[in-house]
């Protein structure tokens, strides 16, 4: 795939922040990308050695003046159950401050409600004359991070009392693994 200079230098600048962080995971695959990685952001792990971190991802589509820095979610098994339980009425009000949230966060956002799952994305245009500044870049990843961090803390709030703790245990934290676009 052929990529300008300008998106060759962008891909570079884009890595090195990521490198420079210690937080890169790997190369996205590029079939409909000039590039992408995936990387965990914030650095650092728990006392336990597990990565505090949660995989997000940036990538520039191919015949696009942007990039895309996202993160997804996947709402654990048990906090589905949960979900679930409450009446169909305070389930969709979940839903609906979790919009209302990103809306005012001014934010891009989509859901799989039938999936259980929502994808966190900001945009940034690549100007041709004007480079992306790695304060820029971490700006927006730590706004889509904090929003993503928001709708766990306001989905246990809905759930309060229908979770056993030990049932907490036993699940995966909201996965963020998956992505609506690559």
Same mark, same amino acid.
């Given at each position: 795939m052929?990529?300008?200079?300008?998106? @060759?230098?962008?891909?570079?600048?884009?890595?090195?922040? %990521?490198?420079?962080?210690?937080?890169?995971?790997?190369? %996205?695959?590029?079939?409909?990308?000039? &590039? $992408?990685? @995936? &990387?965990? &952001?914030?650095?650092?792990? @728990?006392?336990? $050695? @597990?990565?505090?971190?949660k995989n997000m991802a940036v990538f520039k589509p191919t015949n696009q003046t942007f990039i895309i820095i996202e993160i997804g979610t996947q709402i654990s098994e048990v906090h589905q159950k949960a979900l679930k339980s409450l009446n169909k009425e305070k389930m969709m009000r979940y839903f609906m401050d979790l919009r209302k949230f990103f809306l005012i966060k001014d934010v891009y956002f989509g859901f799989d409600l039938e999936n259980f799952r929502y994808k966190i994305s900001e945009q940034i245009f690549v100007e041709e004359d004007t480079a992306i500044s790695k304060n820029m870049f971490f700006k927006a990843v730590r706004k889509i991070f904090n929003c993503a961090i928001y709708s766990n803390i306001l989905l246990a709030e809905y759930v309060s009392g229908k979770i056993k703790p030990e049932d907490i245990s036993k699940s995966e934290d909201f996965s963020p693994g998956f992505s609506l676009y690559t």
């Amino acid at each position: 795939m052929f990529m300008t200079n300008e998106d @060759q230098s962008t891909k570079e600048r884009i890595r090195g922040f %990521l490198l420079d962080e210690g937080v890169l995971r790997k190369r %996205l695959p590029t079939k409909k990308l000039d &590039f $992408g990685f @995936q &990387f965990t &952001f914030p650095p650092g792990n @728990q006392p336990s $050695g @597990q990565p505090i971190g949660k995989n997000m991802a940036v990538f520039k589509p191919t015949n696009q003046t942007f990039i895309i820095i996202e993160i997804g979610t996947q709402i654990s098994e048990v906090h589905q159950k949960a979900l679930k339980s409450l009446n169909k009425e305070k389930m969709m009000r979940y839903f609906m401050d979790l919009r209302k949230f990103f809306l005012i966060k001014d934010v891009y956002f989509g859901f799989d409600l039938e999936n259980f799952r929502y994808k966190i994305s900001e945009q940034i245009f690549v100007e041709e004359d004007t480079a992306i500044s790695k304060n820029m870049f971490f700006k927006a990843v730590r706004k889509i991070f904090n929003c993503a961090i928001y709708s766990n803390i306001l989905l246990a709030e809905y759930v309060s009392g229908k979770i056993k703790p030990e049932d907490i245990s036993k699940s995966e934290d909201f996965s963020p693994g998956f992505s609506l676009y690559t």
